[in-house]
């Protein structure tokens, strides 16, 4: 299984940023695909997940209402649309998979290498 983020980089506080996680190697309708952040100095931390199949989905609460997780089956990619940054948003994003259906926080068992994302103030 391999998972590739990009969209990362600088954005001013208020700004959007679009993330992306193409996957590829196994089939994922039975897998649930998450979107984690690790700042500096931080613990790694659930942003948002999302079931393949489904498409029901599970947010963070410091997220909710301003990020939005979905993907796109044919292409077999996940995003992550961030709007309303903050620059306590900053931090490494991380695109993770596990199976199971249901979206959620926990332990997933694959990971992307991750994508910088920086906003300033």
């Known amino acids: 299984v391999q998972l590739v983020e990009s969209g990362g980089g600088l954005v001013q506080a208020g700004g959007s940023l679009r993330l992306s996680c193409a996957a590829s190697?196994?089939?994922?309708?039975?897998?649930?695909m998450g979107w984690f952040r690790q700042a500096p100095g931080k613990e790694r931390e659930f942003v948002a997940a999302?079931?393949?199949?489904?498409?029901?989905?599970y947010y963070a609460d410091s997220v909710k209402g301003r990020f939005t997780i979905s993907r796109d089956n044919a292409k077999n990619t996940v995003y992550l649309q961030m709007n309303s940054l903050k620059p306590e948003d900053t931090a490494n994003y991380y695109c993770?998979?596990?199976?199971?259906?249901?979206?959620?926080?926990?332990?997933?068992?694959?990971w992307g290498q991750g994508t910088q994302v920086t906003v300033s103030s």
């Open positions: 993770a998979a596990r199976s199971g259906r249901i979206p959620g926080p926990g332990d997933y068992d694959y």
């Open positions: 190697g196994r089939t994922f309708s039975s897998y649930t």
């Open positions: 999302i079931s393949w199949i489904a498409g029901s989905t």
